[in-house]
């Protein structure tokens, strides 16, 4: 039984603060998968501990109890009809994102946790308008040093993209050694060095495509691959479309916020990726000294015109080959990217998808069997 396998079995003692909590009283064998809970105080007079899976929220349904690890989205104080204070709060894990409510106990079950926290959360799902919810019961601050033995890994309380941000990295690494331009590669090798911290979990977006840990990787990476199919399908020139392949997005490394939590920073609200990209590549090129200007003046327009319209708030519209490319194949990864998602988080039944989603039409779902 691997490692992740066996952290959704972890029990619900997590609930319990860990300032409560005696280790010595909690015997754990890994290789035979048996907990032994012995003499355990829960708050409330609780003495026994039932043992429950960790739910993750995709597989939520409507009547049952659950309890997981989550990462605290949103939380909103408001008050009900009658005057009750209650909260309203978002919870999402790498499964997906669900609307929860506490009712009870609001005031002491607030100080335990704020908005942007990792939490552990035990709660009943029910459904309200068409769409689950959760009624939250319990729910403390979670960290890797309290609850890092019951199961809790950041990894599983964020989205996150499938492949390991390692691999990709290593995939990366061997397509930038593609760029047969010394000046070009000596460039993406420079900015993707400096950053490799950042860039092995960092999203390609807020709110849009690829907007979970290790996005930007993904789409760079997607983008990449599709360049070196169809670059010589058009005679352009690969070196400068697979440079701006990994450059052109690198602004968002300044634009958007680090950690659990996307968020626009104060540059990104003011200057936007775009700009910062062109920015970060310009400081690159005077670092390198031997790089041809015009050479330079290419790479500066290529990200500069990838967003393709002036609408889509593009400083400039692709004016060579390799711009329109790069343009193409970005809209192209984005929107095959959100229409993924459209169709992993939709909770109907049957074939097609609700509105709700980037395209503002039912998606087709199908079978699954049809697509391979
Ligand atoms: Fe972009
Ligand atoms: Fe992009």
Redesign the pocket.
């Known amino acids: 039984m691997n490692d992740q396998v066996r952290n959704w079995y972890f029990t619900v003692v997590y609930l319990v603060s860990p300032v409560q909590f005696h280790a010595s009283r909690f015997l754990f064998h890994p290789n035979i998968f048996i907990f032994l809970l012995l003499d355990f105080d829960l708050p409330g007079g609780e003495n026994s501990v039932p043992m429950k899976p960790i739910t993750p929220i995709n597989k939520f349904k409507d009547g049952e109890s659950i309890q997981g690890f989550f990462l605290c989205a949103e939380k909103h104080p408001r008050f009900t009809r009658a005057g009750d204070l209650y909260l309203d709060l978002v919870l999402r894990d790498r499964t997906g994102q669900i609307s929860a409510k506490i009712w009870d106990k609001v005031e002491s079950l607030s100080d335990k946790f704020s908005a942007g926290d990792p939490v552990a959360v035990a709660g009943d799902v029910e459904s309200f308008q068409d769409r689950l919810q959760l009624i939250v019961k319990r729910i403390n601050r979670a960290t890797v040093q309290s609850y890092g033995r019951y199961g809790y890994d950041p990894a599983l309380i964020v989205p996150a993209a499938e492949q390991d941000p390692k691999y990709m990295w290593k995939e990366i690494k061997t397509l930038i050694r593609k760029i047969r331009n010394p000046h070009l590669r000596s460039l993406v090798a420079l900015i993707y060095r400096r950053n490799k911290k950042q860039l092995l979990t960092h999203p390609a977006s807020v709110k849009m495509h690829h907007n979970y840990r290790s996005g930007f990787l993904e789409h760079v990476l997607s983008m990449a691959r599709i360049g070196l199919e169809i670059a010589p399908l058009y005679q352009v020139n690969q070196d400068l479309l697979l440079a701006g392949v990994f450059l052109?997005?690198i602004g968002k490394l300044r634009e958007i916020t680090p950690g659990y939590e996307f968020s626009y920073t104060d540059e990104g609200n003011f200057i936007g990726?775009?700009v910062i990209s062109r920015d970060m590549v310009v400081e690159g090129i005077r670092e390198l000294k031997t790089f041809p200007a015009e050479l330079g003046i290419k790479l500066e327009h290529m990200i500069l015109a990838?967003?393709g319209q002036y609408e889509w708030q593009s400083p400039r519209k692709p004016a060579c080959k390799e711009a329109l490319l790069l343009h193409l194949i970005?809209n192209l990864d984005a929107k095959m990217n959100l229409m993924d998602r459209a169709l992993k988080e939709d909770q109907e039944e049957g074939n097609w998808t609700d509105r709700r989603n980037y395209f503002r039409i039912p998606l087709f779902k199908g079978n699954a069997e049809d697509r391979t």
């Open positions: 052109h997005d990726h775009i990838h967003q970005d």
